[in-house]
């Protein structure tokens, strides 16, 4: 009996975790796996790259988990600087093209796993493609945008957004000692953050030195006589620049996809079901920053591009093809990062995703330390939840504060997934010693205090 053959469609993290599972429970003689990716390298840290360009990180390598010799190794015929151009959901094949050579082929298939990932936005501004104007999404990315680095000449560097990649690649060129400027249309940058919280961001990069520009629509790009990036241009003000970096966020890659009528979400990503089974198709798969998930606390469907998503859904589609069985339940929304001193986290709803969801709720906002406040170091740290107003329900919390604040919000996390009360919140038996934490950890304080936000209102 010949084996089936499985493509995939996509060497990173959801692609190549997969491929990977499948092959440890079917060998080559059951199961032959065609893997394509259209950069040079797999299985690597996006997530990384900001801190590879940072200098925290030395080498790019650092960043590579296996390389394609390391997943050729294993039986896996992985055809790099290959793009898939075209998807035959009928004839089951996908059509290639070698990007060096030009040369384009006919691929069947058995199974099919489609991990296409996203790709950054880059908005159609007036010099928007002018060089020294970077997105950072890929090694290649970072490569480039530290070649830039390198030969500007006053270092002086423009960010346009304020999201995650926004505020870590601000703190990666700040680093490398140029003045940086971050730019973001918000009133705070951080979206995923209440304006409350968002307010100590901005706050915590200006203190690093970082000048933080709220409120400011980029609308174009002003070149020098070279073509060379020279500024960012707003409305109302002009930002000299020699290296300019763009952190506007991702959108799912499904060109393919659509053009084979998939079935797509609002986002324009894949809809799959807890297998990762693409709706209505019994062959076809797809993880990773391409698919929507199920948010479990609103119960809606979102795009969330995450690494810690992508390496999940890649081993659960790789159980499944392999002849196992795995489910992807949902996400929570949880997210950390740091700039400079100050980490950041989030999980759940925010204020404005509780409204739009016509949901009634508390907030609750405390500040207390990260160890004991007599320990020395102590650092401070705020802590803010969100509760269902009737039930008291914790329908969100987000953190900001010094070394030890970010991860804490993993403890808001297991509480959404098990649809805890804030109540229920107060009786967990967290550790404690005085570097750690006080004796009541900051999230409980603050689930102590939204108990009683909960309360007041049932009064009123």
Same mark, same amino acid.
């Given at each position: 009996m010949a084996a089936e053959r499985l493509v995939v469609i996509g060497g990173d993290a959801a692609g190549m975790s997969a491929a990977s599972q499948a092959r440890r429970l079917k060998g080559p003689e059951e199961l032959e796996i065609v893997a394509f990716e259209r950069s040079g390298f797999t299985s690597y840290s996006a997530c990384g790259i900001p801190y590879w360009v940072g200098g925290d990180v030395p080498e790019h390598d650092d960043l590579i988990a296996r390389t394609p010799e390391e997943h050729r190794d294993r039986g896996i015929d992985l055809r790099m600087r290959t793009e898939v151009t075209e998807l035959d959901v009928e004839g089951r094949r996908v059509r290639s093209r070698d990007l060096a050579s030009g040369a384009e082929e006919w691929t069947a298939y058995d199974k099919l796993v489609i991990a296409t990932g996203a790709r950054p936005v880059r908005p159609a501004l007036p010099g928007i493609d002018a060089?020294?104007?970077?997105?950072?999404?890929?090694?290649?990315?970072?490569?480039?945008?530290?070649?830039s680095l390198e030969a500007a000449g006053e270092r002086r560097a423009v960010v346009v957004g304020g999201g995650y990649i926004g505020i870590e690649m601000a703190e990666a060129i700040l680093a490398r000692g140029f003045e940086v400027s971050l730019l973001t249309r918000g009133p705070e940058p951080m979206h995923s953050l209440d304006p409350d919280m968002g307010r100590r961001v901005t706050e915590a990069m200006e203190r690093s030195g970082i000048r933080v520009v709220t409120n400011a629509e980029v609308t174009k790009v002003?070149?020098?006589?070279?073509?060379?990036?020279?500024?960012?241009?707003?409305?109302?003000?002009?930002?000299?620049?020699?290296?300019?970096?763009?952190?506007?966020? $991702? @959108?799912?890659?499904? /060109?393919?996809?659509?053009? *084979? %009528?998939?079935?797509? &979400?609002? !986002?324009?990503?894949?809809?799959t079901d807890t297998s990762m089974r693409v709706r209505g198709h019994e062959n076809i798969w797809a993880g990773g920053d391409c698919v929507e998930v199920l948010d479990l606390v609103s119960g809606r469907h979102r795009h969330i591009a995450l690494g810690t998503h992508a390496n999940k859904q890649g081993q659960i589609i790789?159980?499944?093809?392999?002849?196992?069985?795995?489910?992807?339940?949902?996400?929570?929304?949880?997210?950390?990062?740091?700039?400079?001193?100050?980490?950041?986290?989030?999980?759940?709803?925010?204020?404005?995703?509780?409204?739009?969801?016509?949901?009634?709720? $508390? @907030?609750?906002?405390? /500040?207390?330390?990260?160890? *004991? %406040?007599?320990?020395? &170091?102590? !650092?401070?740290?705020?802590?803010?939840?969100?509760?269902?107003?009737?039930?008291?329900?914790?329908l969100g919390a987000q953190i900001v504060g010094g070394a030890g604040a970010a991860?804490?919000?993993?403890?808001?996390?297991?509480?959404?997934?098990?649809?805890?009360?804030?109540?229920?919140?107060?009786?967990?038996?967290?550790?404690?010693?005085?570097?750690?934490?006080s004796v009541w950890d900051p999230v409980l304080v603050a689930a102590r205090k939204a108990v009683s936000a909960v309360r007041a209102a049932g009064q009123d």
């Open positions: 060089p020294g104007v970077h997105g950072v999404h890929t090694i290649d990315d970072g490569r480039a945008l530290l070649e002003l070149t020098a006589g070279s073509g060379r990036v020279r500024a960012v241009a707003t409305e109302s003000a002009e930002y000299p620049a020699d290296v300019v970096v763009l952190g506007l966020g $991702v @959108t799912p890659r499904t /060109e393919l996809a659509r053009a *084979a %009528g998939l079935p797509l &979400g609002v !986002a324009g990503a894949l809809r790789g159980s499944n093809v392999g002849g196992g069985y795995g489910t992807f339940p949902g996400v929570v929304g949880t997210a950390v990062t740091k700039v400079c001193e100050t980490e950041i986290a989030r999980t759940g709803l925010l204020e404005r995703e509780a409204r739009e969801e016509g949901l009634q709720y $508390v @907030t609750a906002t405390i /500040e207390s330390t990260n160890t *004991a %406040g007599y320990y020395p &170091g102590a !650092a401070l740290m705020t802590v803010k939840m969100l509760a269902e107003r009737r039930t008291g329900r914790l991860k804490r919000i993993d403890i808001a996390a297991v509480a959404l997934t098990a649809r805890m009360t804030v109540d229920q919140m107060t009786a967990l038996d967290l550790g404690y010693a005085p570097p750690f934490s």
